[in-house]
């Protein structure tokens, strides 16, 4: 296992809140610590996408994760502008949006840091540690695209949920599991949620090209 690391995880409210649970997950079973808030849109897709029973105004978002695993967890109202996260000096060694809405999108990428995922992001930026947004939203409008772009230029990793196909995803939780290995590879924590790309055997011309080859 590699040594224990301090992550900041926020979820907000984007479609696809199982890759921020899945990552958060992961993090806490590798031995990491998680600093975690979640927007008020976040956890109103808890509910409806993961059908949890959380409480709207005073979620528990530790119940989320398995008791053996909430030692290394820390989970802050996203009111708390004095949580860790929010301070350069608090050995944040990556923050992670997931899902990452547009609006909080556009908000990190003008600088606004009104609670405290905006400004976990904002310090990530402004101290050069590595910030990945992990947006889901389709078809992208054009200030979605500058949003992005300003953000990219800006230092962060934009991550969109777009889970590939080539592993041959056999359930969602294959699809879920891609792009939260995705994220944990931006941040150099070792995992095995999804098989490593391999250079497939050479196909066997086909036969149009091989005139008078006999067939075996
Ligand atoms: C079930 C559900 C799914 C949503 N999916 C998305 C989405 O995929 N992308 C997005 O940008 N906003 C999505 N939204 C809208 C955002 O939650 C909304 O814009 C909200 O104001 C974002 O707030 P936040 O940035 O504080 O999390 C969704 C909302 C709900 C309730």
Known sequence: ????????????????????LRLVEVLLQSGHQVHLAATGAAIRVLRHEAQLPLDQQHPDLRSLFAPELQKGLSVHDKAAVEAAPSSGS??????????????????????????????AADVALKEGRPLILVPRETPLSTI??????LLAEAGAV???????????????????????????????????????????????????????????
């Open 144 to 149: 979605h695209l500058r949003n992005m772009l």
């Open 1 to 20: 296992m590699s040594s224990s690391r301090v992550f900041a995880v926020c979820f907000c409210g984007g479609s696809g809140i199982a890759y921020g």
């Open 90 to 119: 608090a050995g944040i060694a990556a923050t992670i949006l997931v899902p990452c809405s547009m609006g909080t999108l556009a908000r990190v990428a003008h600088g606004f840091s009104s609670n405290l995922i905006e400004r």
């Open 158 to 216: 934009l991550l969109p949920a777009m889970p590939g196909f080539y592993h041959r995803p056999e359930t969602v939780k294959d699809l879920v599991d891609f792009v939260a290995g995705k994220i944990l590879d931006r941040i150099g924590v070792e995992h095995t949620l999804f098989a490593r790309w391999k250079t497939p055997p050479t196909p066997r011309p086909s036969s149009q090209w091989n005139e008078g080859e006999e067939e075996e």
